[in-house]
């Protein structure tokens, strides 16, 4: 008779024994750099092991794979890989967790030892409510001197690494802020120095001159010399953090240091103060005196029910320097300042089924290189964005054939929070697939250049903060073709201000096609900013204000406007090959009506008349609800709709919970709408996916 229960323990070895490569390492933090790299000795450091791989690649071309044992790998330099570290693609080089086991790259140090603040003269700072509650270590004590700096950033900033950061049970602290999350002061105006009258009344100040407060909160505090302001200083689209070089308590007065905001300061735009000792007031927060290396800290539960974490590495854990066909496989990586994982040139690159969180910068950054894939991952709480991809030649039209799919995001732009979206997309040929993406304060996905592929994606909550935004976003130039934005699923998205758009496309960007997508409750669910050449087909838009909407920008005759597209737009025409584009996109020949044919004499100034949106269809959708809206010199006439069933009646489509279905009687199918595949879109629940599960919806 056979042993049932020994017969599948066997199996299962000959299963795992076959899914180790041609040539195997073993890493673990128990392990030693002097041992052989088995499974029973393993290597103790990811170089040792790097190192075994480049002296076996010298002597065979068999896949290999480094497997990580379970624990904390503390990272004090990033984990270098060239071109020396590459496989091919029939022999590629992993590393991976080891049978799932915790692994985690680690760029910063955990913290314990914390008490009681005891110098009466530091309680006193605090309000009465939080003194019996902030504890306190000191950093210098327990090894760690290099807390990085506090940088002015946010939009059109570095997004270098920066000062240290906070963790407390997997998740960010927030630096001790007046007025706390959900609220914010507001700028009260300027002095007379900056050309605006000294009682407040002014709209926008130069930037040297400072702006005006209201209220007496700064007067409670002892020490002026380490205070930052972050703010939306003239638009609600633009933010950055700027330190606070002169506090004039009498006269409610704030004079940041240089660079200052980047469009000036306007009248009511928000702001708050952050990194003040007396401001941690509540569970959460947390300070640092780089003077003195002293930590401050209320934690939200009690401090032994998490796990304490203070970020300390200033590079990536993982940067790759072109190589090709190295995969990182089911392995945490957090608390760095910079980016997890930096990928530059090389080819075939894979990190999946990986948790990439609490990082200053980004997730994973991919520059060049063809065929790189960020696929199964979940991303959370980065300083910046998610995944940027830059790649492709937009001279020659050639794809990068980079790829992220089935990945969750969560929580990007902790820091710079405008334009630094769950992913980011510039080049040629990327595509962007089964992703979840949701509580982001900005743009979920932005794209520049050509032939994009966004499909299957769900997004919602995004906009949390900003206004003038949209889920799906790119803008200002005529040469953006053969993107498409296909069967995607948009719906409750914030935005203050002008709100939010599901798909923008912005400052005459053209183009595009936008099918089979489920926008719902979207303020603008689609926006033509005055483009050309859009498809907008077989959308299904619900409880939207209005489903769509479109302008004519390209007809003002205003400086700013016609500078645009006169000048901006003229120059970015210019910088790509005429024949070939001419050839891809046929429509773009139309445009020689405005500017003039390549190699013909262009269409001066004096006699430009501006570019009209013209070429756009919008046809075979249904909207339930508010629908179709023209303004800023279009009229409704010149855009081609047709086809479109529009209703206010919502059980023609059904709840989001029945997956929108359109009753078989519905005279949409008439019109030649085509079925929605709902149930499609989102994340893939499959072996490919890091084990975390996902928020639900």
């Known amino acids: 008779m056979i042993n049932i229960s020994n017969h599948w323990v066997t199996l299962a070895l000959l299963v795992v024994s076959a899914s180790e490569s041609f040539a195997d390492f073993y890493v673990s933090p128990k392990g030693s750099d002097h041992a052989p790299g088995t499974r029973a000795r393993p290597f103790a450091s990811l170089e040792r092991a790097r190192d075994a791989v480049r002296l076996k690649r010298a002597s065979s071309q068999g896949p290999i794979t480094v497997w990580l044992r379970g624990g904390d790998y503390l990272r004090t330099n990033a984990l270098e890989l060239s071109l020396a570290d590459s496989g091919t693609a029939a022999a590629p080089v992993t590393w991976s967790a080891y049978r799932d086991e915790p692994v985690r790259l680690l760029g910063g140090k955990v913290l314990k030892g914390f008490e009681p603040v005891g110098d009466s003269l530091i309680l006193g700072r605090f ?25 002015s950033r946010g939009f059109g900033r570095p997004t270098t690494p920066s000062h240290c950061e906070l963790f407390f049970d997997h998740r960010p602290m927030t630096l001790a802020r007046w007025p706390n999350e959900g609220a914010a002061e507001k700028i009260a105006g300027f002095p007379k120095e900056s050309g605006q009258n000294d009682d407040h009344g002014g709209n926008v100040g130069a930037l040297p001159g400072g702006f005006f407060y209201a209220g007496d909160r700064p007067g409670r505090w002892r020490d002026l010399t380490q205070v930052w302001v972050h703010g939306y200083w003239a638009w609600d689209w633009a933010n950055s953090y700027e330190r606070v070089a002169k506090l004039d308590l009498g006269r409610r007065l704030i004079e940041t240091a240089p660079p200052h905001g980047l469009y000036g300061f306007r009248v009511g735009q928000r702001f708050h103060f952050l990194n003040v000792l007396e401001e941690l007031d509540q569970p959460g927060e947390w300070f640092l005196d780089q003077a003195n290396g002293m930590l401050y800290f209320w934690p939200p539960s009690p401090i032994e029910s998490g796990e304490v974490l203070l970020s300390v590495l200033d590079q990536p854990l993982i940067r790759s320097t072109d190589a090709s066909f190295i995969t990182v496989s089911g392995l945490s990586l957090e608390a760095t300042r910079g980016s997890a994982v930096e990928i530059t040139g090389g080819q075939g690159d894979r990190v999946e089924r990986c948790l990439l969180r609490n990082v200053g910068d980004l997730g994973v950054s991919i520059n060049g290189g063809t065929h790189h894939h960020v696929v199964g991952c979940d991303i959370f709480d980065t300083g910046d964005g998610g995944v940027s991809l830059s790649g492709g030649d937009r001279q020659t039209l050639r794809p990068s054939g980079h790829v992220v799919d089935n990945c969750h995001f969560q929580r990007q732009g902790r820091w710079s929070k405008c334009y630094v979206p769950a992913v980011l997309m510039n080049g040629v040929g990327h595509r962007v697939s089964h992703n979840l993406i949701h509580d982001h304060p900005h743009c979920a996905i932005l794209f520049t250049g050509n032939d994009h592929l966004i499909e299957y994606n769900e997004i919602h909550h995004i906009a949390l903060e900003t206004g003038d935004v949209g889920a799906i976003y790119t803008g200002r130039d005529y040469s953006f073709r053969g993107n498409r934005i296909r069967h995607n699923y948009i719906h409750e998205t914030g935005g203050v201000g002008m709100g939010s758009m599901g ?108 570019v009209p949106a013209e070429g756009n269809s919008i046809v075979r959708n249904v909207c339930v609800g508010k629908w179709f809206e023209a303004g800023w010199h279009a009229k409704p006439e010149s855009f081609e709709v047709r086809d479109n069933y529009v209703t206010t009646d919502t059980k023609q489509v059904g709840s989001p919970a029945e997956g929108f279905t359109i009753p078989k009687d519905s005279p949409a ?29």
């Open 127 to 151: 309000d009465e409510v939080a003194r019996s509650h902030v504890l306190q270590l000191d950093l210098k004590r327990v090894g760690i001197r290099n807390f990085g700096e506090m940088k």
């Open 503 to 610: 798909v923008y496309m912005d400052d005459c960007v053209s183009g595009t096609e936008v099918y089979g997508n489920v926008f719902y409750k979207v303020h603008w669910a689609m926006f033509i900013g005055g483009g050309r050449d859009h498809r907008v087909e077989n959308n299904l838009f619900v409880d939207c204000d209005p489903a769509v909407r479109a302008d004519a920008r390209g007809l003002d005759r205003s400086p700013v406007w016609r500078s645009m597209v006169y000048d901006y737009m003229r120059q970015q025409l210019a910088a790509v090959p005429a024949t070939l584009y001419r050839e891809r996109y046929p429509a773009m020949k139309t445009l020689d009506a405005y500017y003039g044919a390549p190699g013909g004499p262009a269409i001066q100034g004096e006699t430009f008349t501006g």
């Open 669 to 697: 199918w008439k019109l030649g709408f085509q079925p929605i595949r709902f149930e499609e879109i989102g994340l893939r629940r499959d072996s490919r996916r890091h084990p975390a599960k996902p928020s639900p919806r």
